[in-house]
């Protein structure tokens, strides 16, 4: 899939996921957001989405207007810096470093079969980050073979 998205990994300042939301909420506003992901945008919850604005204490309706507003990403990344919840930049990293290792438990690994099918189908989709599926899905990262059993 080429998507003009950024990794999930990529990072703003200290947070991972911010500079993909900016890519999603701007692409959403064009109309060009593929409608699967549309259904997980800035939705609370265990979405990587709903777990940046738990972490930073942001409201989606803020955030995305925030988004829309600024020129560029620093000036994102400045308005979530003055409205997120204060944590130091040691907090900020493990955070990123906790949501990058995150592997999908039961409960997501059942919605990404659904949702990522080509890649349940090629492998053990539990095996590997959820950053790893979305950068397989997207074409960052090659899909390995599932092994012979």
Known sequence: ????????????????????LIDKVRLHAAGALPLDYVRNLLKPGLTLDGRFLKFTGLAADALEGAILAAESD????????????VH?????QAWSEKAAAFHPDPRVAKYLMMSLPDLATSLDITRYTLFDLIDMDEGRLPVPSRPKA
Request: charged content about 30%; cysteine-free; aromatic content about 6%.
């Open 74 to 85: 620093s000036l994102v990344l400045a308005w979530v810096d003055e409205q997120a919840i």
């Open 1 to 20: 899939m080429d998507l003009p998205i950024r990794s999930p990994r990529q990072k703003l300042g200290e947070y991972v996921i911010l500079p993909r």
């Open 88 to 92: 130091s930049d040691a907090e900020k």
